[in-house]
């Protein structure tokens, strides 16, 4: 049973525009929520967090927006660089800095010059 | 600045045989994890640990082993290996009241 969902397997958008990754989840305890880049070959990278008591945090050209009810949380680059085409992975965890963080399946995102 | 490392990076074993995965954090992290990652799938909690001398089970921990003797190693055991270790496997690491995790550039096993 999958408590994080990230549907769409793949991503494919213009430099410039704006990059938006979604990710579902299921269970309501949940407390934390984290993205995670990946690049080929390299582990995954912490990208931008936001706790459950907040609906938006912001980081540069990143922001996430979480929205509790829907039980759905989104990720968008804004504007998109080639660099930024990797594998991003949705992660929750529990309270108070729980010990596991459970991971969705993750979205290629391809940023095309 | 090391963060997590990982040994081997490449691996291949025939089945039956049987290998140890090594961790080692210079973050001083209470926590510690072991995660797979196969084709087209999200990262699996295997094994994990909050302390020194503390281990607990994951979401698949079935063929695996773990040991926590010290605050930076976290070595992983496949006593068996069997086609279905075929994986890309990756240590993590986090302060206990942190929330993001430091991951290692990961182990590419391949059992045949």
């Known amino acids: 049973d999958q408590q994080v969902k990230q549907n769409s397997p793949s991503l494919s958008v213009q430099e410039g525009r704006i990059s938006i990754l979604n990710c579902d989840y299921t269970?309501?305890?949940?407390?934390?929520f984290l993205w995670y880049k990946k690049y080929p070959a390299e582990g995954p990278t912490f990208l931008i967090s936001i706790s459950s008591i907040k609906d938006k945090n912001e980081d540069g050209r990143f922001t996430v927006f979480l929205n509790k009810s829907a039980k759905h949380l989104s990720l968008h680059i804004v504007p998109s660089q080639p660099g930024d085409s990797a594998v991003y992975f949705c992660a929750a965890s529990g309270r108070g800095g729980s010990e596991k963080l459970v991971f969705g399946k993750g979205t290629k995102l391809t940023v095309n010059p | 600045n090391a963060g997590v490392t990982q040994t081997p990076k490449f691996r291949i074993l025939k089945i039956g045989q049987s290998m140890t995965l090594q961790c080692t954090q210079d973050m001083n992290h209470n926590y510690m994890y072991w995660y797979r990652q196969d084709p087209g799938m999200g990262l699996k909690l295997i094994y994990y640990s909050v302390g020194a001398g503390i281990t607990d089970k994951g979401e698949v921990p079935n063929g695996y082993n773990v040991s926590r003797s010290t605050t930076e190693d976290f070595p992983l055991r496949l006593e068996l290996a069997a086609p279905s270790q075929t994986s890309v496997y990756f240590c993590?690491?986090?302060?206990?009241?942190?929330?993001?995790?430091?991951f290692g550039q990961g182990t590419r096993l391949t059992v045949v």
């Open positions: 269970n309501s305890m949940f407390d934390y």
């Open positions: 993590a690491s986090k302060n206990r009241d942190a929330t993001e995790a430091f």
